[in-house]
């Protein structure tokens, strides 16, 4: 079989058999597809989709390319389950999920992915915590799972490798936004992690690659759908990315953020709500509670006690981290040399977002890929972003830059400036929690 007549086919709108779908991830998997032709393969799906049937293949044939964690021998007291998000501007949701989900009683291994397009990547924003090791070997995150409740980690080279490069090659060729690239780039790591549960956050808006709510629709069901033929139950919420969820953008700004979370020193409301929601359907998932309302006191309190931010510190101990991490993030995580605000270029109030830019931005800063192999500045980033509805005064600053440079700052103060759209009356809110399909 020539791989370059599967591209032309599905270049041509023709549906592939599940015999080239397998070709194709052996391709990927030992290399012997060239990175070209991946990239063409990709446009072509891009430009063409796949049915469900396509994707569906895809994603066993990515799932089978690797190991697939058993956990049945660590005799777990509660349910396996993982929550994904398919990314979005300040998303650090997964910091504050897997450890108030694990203090409810689940136990959450959660492999997590690189920056992808103009979204940051959770891997990348754990990287900043210094000596956390992103990509342990199996036996210390099933250890770290079964003694604490969740581990947060990068995909490692036996999980799914056929994704890893897929991943990695969409990321760099504009191929990011395809609904069953996604579906199956998502749902081969999470089966092969062994869950028996999943929380899809499918954001709609501005920043997120689902700007319109039928594509966040699709998104949803393709993945609930996609899954069920997997056995793996999942539940999806549509949640709202027309601006940063939360107050902070960049690496390890957002782990500062989350540590503030936890620690229930500032729980900025927009993030709080998609937390909250987000944890306590993993709950109504899993059986562990049968109903929303409780599940929704029962993951502040998780907050509220500190139990949360206990687990999340013995994870990072577990994984080579400072052992006092939530009380002194301050000290570790690493600082831009150069903060500037920026101001609107009028008073007034702040009227819409841009997070597509600000994600640009943030790449723009050094914080996020402009090619494969790119090496990120984990400083970098927003603080103090105003929500839309800000009343922009003169005082209240769009936004603080973190940055390397002053050259840097300023590039990106006249980014953000025009990323923000300044009215007279501040607009309708938009909701933060659309829909939640099951």
Known sequence: MLFTDVIAKKRDGHELTAEEIKFFVAGLTDASIPAEQVSAFAMAVFLNSMTAEEAGQLTTAMTASGAVLQWDDLDLDGPIVDKHSTGGIGDKVSFLLAPIAAACGCYVPMISGRGLGHTG??????????????????????????????????????????????????????????????????????????????????????????????????????????????????????????????????????????????????????????????????????????????????????????????IF??????????????????????????????????????????????????????????????????SVGFADMAPIGAVLDGQRPLGVIHAADEESAKRVSAMLQNACTVADAAPEPNPVIYKILT
């Open 121 to 310: 990547g959770t891997t990348d924003k754990v990287e900043s915590i210094p000596g956390y090791q992103s990509m342990p070997d199996h036996a210390l995150f099933r250890k770290v799972v079964k003694d604490v409740g969740c581990a947060i980690i990068g995909q490692t080279e036996d999980l799914a490798p056929a994704d890893r490069r897929f991943y990695s090659i969409r990321d760099v060729t504009a191929t990011v936004e395809s609904i069953p690239l996604i579906t199956a780039s998502i749902l081969s790591k999470k089966i092969a992690a062994g869950l028996s549960g999943l929380v899809m956050d499918v954001k709609y808006g501005s920043g997120a690659f689902m700007s319109t709510m039928s594509q966040a629709e699709e998104m949803a069901t393709s993945i609930i759908n996609t899954a069920a033929a997997a056995n793996l139950k999942t539940h999806a919420l549509i949640t709202d990315m027309n601006e940063c969820l939360g107050e902070k953008a960049g690496n390890a700004l957002e782990i500062a953020e989350s540590m503030e979370f936890l620690s229930n020193t500032r729980r900025e409301p927009r993030l709080n709500a998609v937390v909250m929601a987000t944890t306590a359907e993993m709950l109504v998932a899993t059986g562990i509670e049968s109903n929303r309302d409780a599940a929704m006191q029962k993951t502040d309190e998780a907050v509220t006690s500190g139990k949360a931010a206990e």
């Open 313 to 378: 510190e013995k994870m990072v101990r577990g994984l080579g981290g400072p052992a006092d991490f939530v009380m002194t993030y301050a000290a570790h995580l690493p600082k831009a040399p150069v903060t500037m605000p920026v101001f609107a270029k009028q008073e007034g109030v702040l009227d819409a977002v841009d997070a597509f830019a600000l994600g640009n931005a943030i790449i723009e800063l050094g914080g996020g890929r402009r090619e494969l192999n790119d090496v990120l500045d984990l």
